[in-house]
């Protein structure tokens, strides 16, 4: 599937466009969010921990690789950080390391010693052919050189999917929706090595999805950053009077709501923990685009036709850093979920 990657109660106003609502404001804890994510949306997530190290300290991937894997350069991306060969390796870990800790001393992201107090989860589906797992070992191996530890590889015969306890498609497959029943709660096992000791999920959801606009978050124009107008978020009803945390899930490419629906927001997993253990679960958005558009105020040829987040420099050469546009947009979410409730 590598040619699927890229080839491939809640106190809010509505909005003009019908079910879409502002992103509401709930006094939510943002001080140390964590993050996790599916192939693109696990390099997204594994940027998003890096570039603000001090303030992201954990995070989970599947199917996913090291920091600044693709170093700019889609060639990259498709080959050597997705099926890597004798031809097209995956870049040394100690250049990667090189690389972070260029970006630290320039001020780009924060400084690499935080990540030596890393939360890392990884998992790598025995049978994903889109992502193997010698690339998944190098984000472990990213991350020891900066000495964390305790990272696990978790495996599964699993495709190139999010792993659930019983939704989604054969465990094998690898094919959208990409969320696939292999009798594992992936979800639950990447929370509660993310943020510890967690109290039994509930039974059934009993929170509230809400679509919300992401424009105000994307400077009005999240086109322009291959993001959708809107995204997600689930609040369990603790977290409409209490605050929460909040844990940031990002989808895959081809898994995105223009492709799927709402069903990796629904169906991921995520929220029966987030309902008994007072977690906002935000699930912004990418959309798919290939042409002409304007990022961080140029022109640029955006190719992303499978709605991947952006890990190889579709949005400009400082998309690992926490200069952004992505990145920058999703901060912008977790400040208004921060903010004193209305």
């Known amino acids: 599937m590598r040619r699927r990657l890229f080839a491939a109660a809640v106190l809010a106003v509505p909005l003009c466009a019908a079910g879409v609502e502002r992103l509401p404001a709930l006094s939510a804890d943002t001080g140390a969010p964590s993050v996790s994510g599916l192939s693109s949306g696990g390099y997204m997530a594994i940027q998003v921990q890096v570039a603000h190290s001090s303030r992201v300290k954990a995070v989970a991937a599947?199917?996913?690789?090291?920091?600044?894997?693709?170093?700019?350069?889609?060639?990259?991306?498709?080959?050597?950080?997705?099926?890597?060969?004798?031809?097209?390796?995956?870049?040394?870990?100690?250049?990667?390391?090189?690389?972070?800790?260029?970006?630290?001393?320039?001020?780009?992201?924060?400084?690499?010693?935080?990540?030596?107090?890393?939360?890392?989860?990884?998992?790598?589906?025995?049978?994903?052919?889109?992502?193997?797992?010698?690339?998944?070992?190098?984000?472990?191996?990213?991350?020891?050189?900066?000495?964390?530890?305790?990272?696990?590889?978790?495996?599964?015969?699993?495709?190139?999917?999010?792993?659930?306890?019983?939704?989604?498609?054969?465990?094998?497959?690898?094919?959208?929706?990409?969320?696939?029943?292999?009798?594992y709660d992936a979800a639950g096992a990447l929370l509660g090595h993310l943020l510890g000791p967690l109290k039994?999920?509930?039974?059934?959801?009993?929170?509230?999805?809400?679509?919300?606009?992401?424009?105000?978050?994307?400077?009005?124009?999240?086109?322009?950053?291959?993001?959708?107008?809107?995204?997600?978020?689930?609040?369990?009803?603790?977290?409409?009077?209490?605050?929460?945390?909040?844990?940031?899930?990002?989808?895959?490419?081809?898994?995105?709501?223009?492709?799927?629906?709402?069903?990796?927001?629904?169906?991921?997993?995520y929220n029966r923990w987030a309902d008994t253990n007072r977690l906002i679960v935000l699930y912004p958005q990418t959309t798919a685009r290939h042409g002409v558009g304007v990022s961080a105020g140029r022109w640029s040829y955006v190719y992303n036709p499978r709605g991947c987040w952006d890990w190889w420099g579709y949005t400009g050469a400082q998309y690992a850093t926490k200069a952004a546009p992505q990145i920058r947009a999703v901060f912008a979410m977790l400040e208004r979920l921060g903010a004193p409730r209305n």
């Not at 870990?93 to 260029?102: C, F, V, Y």
């Not at 696990?152 to 959208?176: Q, Y």
């Not at 997600?232 to 945390?245: E, I, K």
């Open 62 to 183: 599947l199917a996913a690789g090291p920091y600044y894997c693709a170093q700019g350069r889609l060639w990259a991306a498709y080959y050597n950080c997705l099926t890597p060969g004798a031809s097209t390796p995956l870049p040394s870990s100690q250049t990667l390391k090189a690389q972070a800790e260029r970006y630290a001393s320039e001020g780009r992201i924060d400084a690499t010693v935080n990540l030596a107090a890393a939360r890392v989860w990884l998992f790598s589906g025995s049978r994903d052919h889109t992502v193997e797992r010698p690339v998944v070992e190098a984000a472990a191996q990213f991350y020891a050189l900066f000495d964390a530890k305790n990272i696990p590889i978790l495996s599964k015969p699993a495709g190139h999917a999010m792993v659930t306890e019983n939704a989604g498609t054969a465990c094998g497959t690898s094919e959208p929706p990409f969320i696939n029943d292999c009798a």
């Open 200 to 269: 039994p999920a509930a039974a059934q959801p009993g929170g509230r999805l809400v679509e919300f606009d992401q424009k105000p978050f994307a400077d009005g124009n999240p086109h322009a950053l291959s993001m959708a107008d809107a995204g997600y978020v689930y609040v369990p009803t603790p977290c409409t009077t209490q605050p929460c945390r909040v844990h940031v899930a990002f989808h895959g490419c081809r898994q995105n709501a223009e492709t799927v629906g709402d069903r990796f927001a629904r169906e991921a997993g």
